[in-house]
Each structure stands twice: as structure tokens, then as C-alpha cells.
């Protein structure tokens, strides 16, 4: 005697299932979780090299700057300034310049600009020094990290010159004073 559960295993083209369904839906929800996983593990652990790799890199940056910080400070441009704090008559025939514009290191020579005349200070007077000048490498805004210049001084004792360079910095006022 057949029971009805014999009767339904023996009926043709039903096949009875192994796995049970909830294995199955488990099965076809895991897998793409899985690949996804997979797939955000992968671009974790690259990001996780980037990382390390761009700590390393702002490391060097950060040690080379600590090394280059002395040569930054020198380069900052001030305003180039004589003062005539004396009572003598300064004339100031050349004058060069080195300053930065942000990108590189440039230079100002008054004797490669034909429009340069020297430059007289009365007693008592102060001037902020520039240039413009259709020629090219003649135009300058007055900044300054280094300078030099040649001082004529006019006095009662008789005319006196004077070479004068350096850094430009730690001046009274931002001014080179004369006394």
C-alpha cells in the first residue's frame, strides 16, 4: 500500500529538493553581499596604501621644509625703503635688487635700464624705491629679499661713496636709515 507521501515522490518529473528553500534565498541574498564585500574590501585596502603612502610622502615635505625654513624667512620681500636721517645730501646712482614673485627668484639692475636716473634724498627725506619701464626685465614694484647699492654722500667735508648689500631685514621701520 502506497502512503501519500510515496505517492507524491513517485510521481514523474517532481524531483524532490535537497536543499530546503530558505537555504536557497539565503544563498542568492549572501552571494551578492559577498561580492560586494569582496569588491569594497579590495578598495579599502588600496585607499589604506594610499594613505600610508601619502603619510610617508607629507613626512619628507614636512622634514625638508624644516630644513628649507631658514632660506624662507631670508626670502621674504619688504618694500625697499631709504632713509636720510642725516644732514648730509645721499645720491643713490645704482641700485640692484633680488626678490621673489611668488615663483621664482628675480633681479633688478638700474644699469640695464636705460630710464634709470640716480636718486637724490635731501636731509630729513625718505624714499620708497620702484621702477616701471617699457623694457623688459626693468620693471619693478619696490620688493626686495636682497639688495645692493652704491651711496654718494655730499657733505661740508667733501663727497664720500660707499658700496652697500645684504639681506634685506631686521631694518628701523623697514627703512635702510642713513645717520
Not at 551578492?32 to 569588491?39: R, W
Not at 638700474?110 to 630710464?115: F, I, N, P, T, V
Not at 625718505?126 to 623694457?135: D, Q
Amino acid at each position: 500500500m502506497r502512503t501519500k507521501h510515496d505517492s507524491h515522490a513517485a510521481t514523474p518529473g517532481h524531483k524532490r529538493s535537497r536543499l530546503h528553500w530558505s537555504t536557497i534565498v539565503a544563498g542568492l541574498v549572501c552571494l551578492p553581499l559577498l561580492l560586494l564585500s569582496v569588491h569594497l574590501g579590495r578598495g579599502w585596502n588600496r585607499l589604506s596604501h594610499q594613505e600610508a603612502d601619502l603619510e610617508a610622502e607629507l613626512a619628507t615635505l614636512t622634514a625638508r621644509n624644516a630644513v628649507l625654513q631658514p632660506a624662507s624667512d631670508v626670502l621674504q620681500n619688504q618694500k625697499f625703503q631709504i632713509c636720510n636721517k642725516s644732514t648730509d645730501t645721499l645720491t643713490i646712482p645704482w641700485l640692484a635688487v633680488a626678490y621673489q614673485d611668488g615663483k621664482q627668484l628675480r633681479v633688478f639692475d638700474a644699469l640695464r635700464c636705460q630710464g634709470w636716473r640716480g636718486q637724490v634724498l635731501n636731509p630729513g627725506q625718505a624714499r620708497v624705491f620702484n621702477f616701471s619701464s617699457p623694457e623688459e626685465g626693468c620693471n619693478w614694484n619696490g620688493s626686495v629679499a636682497f639688495y645692493a647699492f652704491r651711496l654718494v654722500r655730499e657733505s661740508d667735508e667733501g663727497v664720500r661713496a660707499y658700496n652697500v648689500s645684504g639681506p634685506w631685514r631686521g631694518f628701523d621701520r623697514d627703512c635702510f636709515t642713513v645717520e
